[in-house]
C-alpha cells in the first residue's frame, strides 16, 4: 500500500495587526508531530504561536525571518500523509433471501477528488507562484486542482481588469 501525500498551506491566524515573523522552531525537510510549535509571530506585542495540524514533513517556508504578515497570509507548505479510506460495498445476488450477505471492499473512486467546502486543493508550485504573485488563492475556483498554469491565467485576467479600470479612469 503506498501512502499519498497533501499540500497542505499553513497561513497566518487571525491577526490583530500586521506581524513580524519573530522565530521558526522547524526546518524545511523536517519531519513534526501534530500540534508541533511551527513558528511564533508577533504582533501587537503578543507572541502568536504557529502549530502544525497534523503528523508532517515541512516542505517550503514562504516568508523569512524579519518578514511582516497578515492575517490568512501563506507562511509555509507541508507534506501530510493522507488518512486511508475505504467503503464496503454488499455483494449479493438479487435472488437471494438469505440474511448472510458478503462484503466486499469497494474499488477506489476513478472520479478526482473534490475537496470539502472550505477547502483548496493547489500543488505545491502553484502555492509558491501564488505568494510571489500575490494572488490570493481563494479568489481562484475550487472545483479542480489549483496548478500553475491556474494561477497565470488568473493573475493575466486580474492584470487585463486593471488596464481597462485604468483606461476608464483615465
Not at 517550503?60 to 486511508?84: C, Q, R, T, Y
Request: charged letters at 20%; glycine letters at 4%.
Amino acid at each position: 500500500m503506498t501512502i499519498s501525500y497533501t499540500t497542505h498551506l499553513i497561513c497566518a491566524p487571525d491577526l490583530p495587526e500586521a506581524a513580524e515573523v519573530l522565530v521558526f522552531h522547524v526546518k524545511p525537510g523536517q519531519f513534526v508531530g501534530s500540534d508541533t510549535l511551527l513558528m511564533t509571530l508577533l504582533a501587537a506585542d503578543q507572541e502568536w504561536p504557529v502549530h502544525a495540524p497534523d503528523d508532517g514533513q515541512i516542505g517550503s517556508l514562504m516568508v523569512e525571518h524579519g518578514d511582516f504578515v497578515n492575517s490568512n497570509d501563506l507562511l509555509l507548505l507541508m507534506e501530510i500523509a493522507e488518512k486511508p479510506s475505504a467503503f464496503a460495498l454488499l455483494d449479493f445476488d438479487a435472488e437471494d433471501t438469505s440474511a448472510a450477505h458478503t462484503i466486499v471492499a469497494a474499488p477506489p473512486p476513478i472520479t478526482e477528488p473534490v475537496p470539502a467546502a472550505g477547502q483548496l486543493a493547489v500543488s505545491s508550485a502553484a502555492a509558491t507562484l501564488a505568494a510571489r504573485l500575490g494572488v490570493d488563492l481563494n479568489r481562484l475556483s475550487t472545483e479542480t486542482l489549483i496548478d500553475e498554469d491556474a494561477v497565470l491565467e488568473f493573475a493575466r485576467q486580474e492584470l487585463l481588469t486593471l488596464g481597462k479600470i485604468r483606461k476608464l479612469l483615465a
